[in-house]
């Protein structure tokens, strides 16, 4: 019989036919995300190889136009002897793992009091997140009169039990601790938001397996819940560390940078080089190697997720 008599299965044409149809889904979901990947690639990845070309690059003004001159690595070099670079990484990092613990304990505590209650439960949650709807220019207004070394709030507060009234925003003891606090109270409630989506995903029929087993609500929570709910906890510090890297505002408003260097960010010293120093190219450089320690801490977060997955 002839190789071209034989009779070819229909399930081998099923699956030719199958496979067509794949490979030109395939090829139709390539062409409908092209443009919108084309778009991204040109919103991102062009801003950040003109900034890399910069920071090797001598950047002055002359007749409304930029003259550019090869620097080499002269400001990378000069990251290492800038004193005010150096306090605002210090002053950064102290200020983001403070703040992004002190919201993730009261953010998990919250989701956890609110996912009890029934009664009342959409007021709760929208009291909760109010302060993540302020605009950050009206949370510098409110912070700055509350914590006003003569008329402020918090201050009468102390001294209506006998303590003595504190230079909050002024002191440097006291004024990275009072940004922080800011912020804790500020971003709260994006933790307890997504804490509280990850506690009413998890299966229920676990929790009732330990109630039946007669576990204490604390061993329910150390034993079952937070092993549970880890990937969460992962993933909202490593969105909120970010975040909370990238602080500008709120030291702009309530501090500037003050006094000192106590409240010096990496942010505000960004801003100071590339807008009052006028000095693009080194600011270039400060902003690679920013964006360097930030993929750093977001790729060790991600690692730290899929270990946690794992296990």
């Keep these: 019989m002839s190789t071209s008599s034989m009779t070819v299965p229909a399930g081998l044409k099923m699956a030719r036919k199958h496979g067509a149809s ?36 001598d950047i002055s003004w002359a007749d409304g136009s930029a003259v550019r001159t090869f620097a080499g690595l002269s400001s990378y070099h000069a990251l290492a002897a800038d004193t005010l670079f150096a306090a605002g990484l210090a002053n950064t990092f102290i200020f983001a793992f403070a703040a992004v613990a002190g919201q993730m304990v009261l953010g998990l505590g919250l989701a956890l009091l609110s996912s009890k209650v029934t009664r009342g439960r959409v007021l709760y949650r929208a009291i909760f997140i109010l302060p993540i709807l302020i605009p950050g220019i009206v949370i510098g207004a409110i912070w700055k009169l509350m914590l006003n070394y003569d008329f402020g709030l918090v201050n009468q507060g102390l001294a209506l ?20 606090m800011v912020d804790i109270w500020h971003w709260t ?33 150390f034993h079952v819940t937070l092993p549970l709910i880890i990937p969460t906890i992962v ?39 590339f807008f009052t120093e006028d000095r693009i190219g080194y600011g270039s450089a400060m902003s690679i190697a920013v964006i360097f320690i930030v993929s750093l801490l977001l790729v060790i977060a991600l690692s730290a997720r899929r270990q946690a997955a794992a296990s």
């Design 22 to 57: 794949f490979g030109d889904d395939r090829l139709w979901r390539w062409l409908t995300f092209s443009p919108a990947l084309g778009l991204m690639l040109l919103l991102s990845v062009l801003p950040l190889v003109n900034l890399l070309i910069s920071s090797f690059q």
């Design 189 to 221: 409630p994006f933790c307890f938001l997504l804490f509280l989506a990850g506690l009413e995903s998890l299966p229920q029929d676990v929790f009732e397996a330990a109630r039946i087993d007669g576990a204490s609500a604390w061993q329910e929570f």
């Design 161 to 180: 039990l006998g303590i003595m009234p504190q230079d909050w925003l002024g002191a440097p003891e006291t004024a990275l601790l009072s940004v922080i």
């Design 235 to 273: 993933v909202t510090f490593a969105f909120r560390l970010v975040l909370a890297f990238k602080v500008f505002d709120e030291v702009y408003l309530l501090t500037s940078g003050g006094p000192g260097t106590a409240t010096e960010v990496v942010s505000f010293t960004l801003y100071q080089r």
